[in-house]
């Protein structure tokens, strides 16, 4: 079983910039593809990046590219998410989600396995 928390999150004036954390713990996590996910009040849960379990691939999605990043460290099970340029619909709940391993990044809800509780982040206009 594998637990994540997440941290980082909180308020934000638009244009500003949050990086998002995720631990892991009780799992093989270098093995895992690793996502972030948002749910926004009213919308359903989006992807919006993922990194392979060795770091040569990630995907995000066409809302966040070339604001957003996904890094990993499986030296110490963490996951990042750096958000730049950050503006009021980026405003939701972030969860971060592991996915056993697959041969192509998963950019699904359904092909993960395990959820944090998520993190709020709040951008102010």
């Known amino acids: 079983q594998v637990q994540l928390v997440e941290s980082g999150g909180g308020l934000v004036q638009a244009g500003g910039s949050l990086r998002l954390s995720c631990a892991a713990s009780g799992g093989a996590f270098s093995t895992y593809s690793m996502g972030w996910f948002r749910q926004a009040p009213g919308k359903e849960r989006e992807f919006v990046a993922a990194?392979?379990?060795?770091?040569?691939?990630?995907s995000s999605a066409d809302s966040v590219k070339g604001r957003f990043a996904i890094s990993r460290d499986n030296a110490y099970n963490l996951v990042h998410l750096q958000m730049n340029s950050l503006s009021p619909e980026d405003t939701a709940v972030y969860y971060c989600?592991?996915?056993?391993?697959?041969?192509?990044?998963?950019?699904?809800?359904?092909?993960?396995?395990?959820w944090g509780q998520g993190t709020q982040v709040t951008v102010s206009s």
């Open positions: 989600a592991a996915a056993l391993p697959k041969p192509t990044i998963p950019r699904v809800r359904g092909e993960y396995a395990y």
């Open positions: 990194i392979s379990w060795n770091r040569l691939s990630t």
